[in-house]
């Protein structure tokens, strides 16, 4: 009998999630609209260090408001990450403007300061200044956000920092998802903590997050039948959702916790092994380790292979995914402006996301273990 599947990243509920829904139950509360919400916004808020939170069905429709509220439009230019999850960039595309990539740099596999600066001066010297950055920081990695900061400063470019997989993660103490005009959180399913999909949108201005929830609700004018004089989206959080975020936040910290212990599990696991690299956290930069991932370097190891890795792992039942495909290589965006080099389609083809739950349990880790090892001995 096949023993049981082992995921990359599950779901992990605490002890308080279902308590919560019962009583948004038991109140009625089962709508776009209630006080779980409110509280949730508050939590993200105290938790993120951002003065103002709202939140929405996805971390994508957080991107697409906030894209909405910089006035992004027909044939604008926005600069965004290429190494990302598709949620950060087809936004850019909802608003029929011109999604523009940017390589990563290796030390933290995010956006390349230099990369940047030089597609912000393409398109200067064609009259077409940006309007918008999308910074991502990848599987809880945060961006060199001093130096891109810096940047989009000097440029007076707003920057949207994509901090889907970043909850928790910080950089000299700050979390990610405040550094941005704007930041935006997800919690899909397979995130640090979920709702079981949903998203935040991040801001210390107050209107504009104000204008986020109007937004996000139909964009109702006030009156007692239903005006609209701008376009709006059915994007709120229910209100049951928001349960669930209030009990998950209680064990955020848990959770980083264990994921971190888990990057340490395969720091070790693979210690003696020629040829395998890791994604180190550079002085000052902390990671939720949302997914432990390795590179391997074949030209120091032939041995090793991802495609070949992931398959053995799949053969046991255990789950593990090549790392993202950079969105300057995918069907949907090749006509697209790329800047940069290989970092990105690099990180891909030699990339691995290995089972990165919290809730992977010791017995779980001994399969995986022994899968890696037998592998490694052929
Ligand atoms: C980097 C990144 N950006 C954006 C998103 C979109 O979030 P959602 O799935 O909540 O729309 C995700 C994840 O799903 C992500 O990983």
């Given at each position: ?29 089962v709508a ?6 409110n ?27 906030a ?19 598709i949620g ?24 390349c ?13 064609k ?33 949207i920092?994509d ?18 005009k ?40 006030i009156?007692?039948h239903?005006e ?10 229910s209100?049951?959702?928001?349960a ?8 955020l ?28 956290e ?5 990671s ?11 030209a ?7 495609e ?27 006509d ?28 779980e880790?001994e ?12």
């Open positions: 009998m096949q023993e049981e599947k082992i995921w990359l990243s599950s779901p992990h509920m605490g002890t308080e999630e279902l308590k919560n829904v019962q009583e948004a139950f038991a109140t009625n509360w776009p609209v209630g006080p779980f919400i509280q949730f916004e508050k939590n993200l808020s105290q938790y993120t260090q951002v003065k103002h939170a709202a939140v929405v069905q996805s971390g994508t429709a957080a991107i697409h408001i894209l909405r509220l910089l006035e992004v439009k027909t044939d604008d230019v926005v600069l965004c990450q290429s190494f990302t999850f950060s960039s087809n936004p850019i595309t909802y608003q029929n403007a011109v999604p523009v990539f940017i390589d990563s740099e290796k030390e933290t596999w995010n956006m300061p230099e990369a940047l600066e030089t597609a912000i001066k393409y398109h200067l010297n009259g077409k200044k940006p309007k918008a950055i999308i910074v991502v920081h990848l599987y809880g990695m945060p961006a060199k956000m001093k130096e891109i900061e810096a940047i989009a400063k000097r440029h007076e470019i707003p920057i920092e901090a889907a997989e970043a909850l928790g993660s910080t950089i000299d103490g700050k979390a990610c998802g405040s550094f941005g704007f930041g935006i959180l997800s919690f899909n399913g397979n995130k640090i903590i979920t709702t079981s999909g949903g998203g935040a949108l991040l801001s210390n201005d107050e209107n504009a997050i104000a204008q986020a929830r109007f937004l996000a609700t139909q964009a109702k004018d009156a007692p239903y609209h004089s701008t376009l709006g989206y059915n994007y709120r959080m209100n049951i959702s928001a669930i975020g209030v009990g998950q936040l209680q064990v910290e848990e959770r980083i916790k264990a994921r971190r212990a888990n990057y340490n599990f395969y720091k070790e696991l693979f210690n003696e092994v020629e040829g395998i690299e890791f994604l180190e550079p002085q000052g930069f902390y939720n380790r949302w997914l432990s991932c390795v590179l391997f370097n074949q120091k190891n032939a041995l090793l292979s991802s070949p890795f992931r398959k053995h792992l799949g053969e046991n039942n255990i789950e593990s995914r090549p790392l993202w495909k950079p969105m300057h290589m995918q069907p949907l965006y090749k697209a402006l790329y800047f940069g080099g290989k970092v990105s389609e690099n990180l891909f083809q030699k990339g691995l996301c290995l089972p990165s739950g919290s809730n992977l349990t010791s017995d880790k399969r995986i273990n022994k899968a890696i090892h037998s592998y490694l001995s052929q």
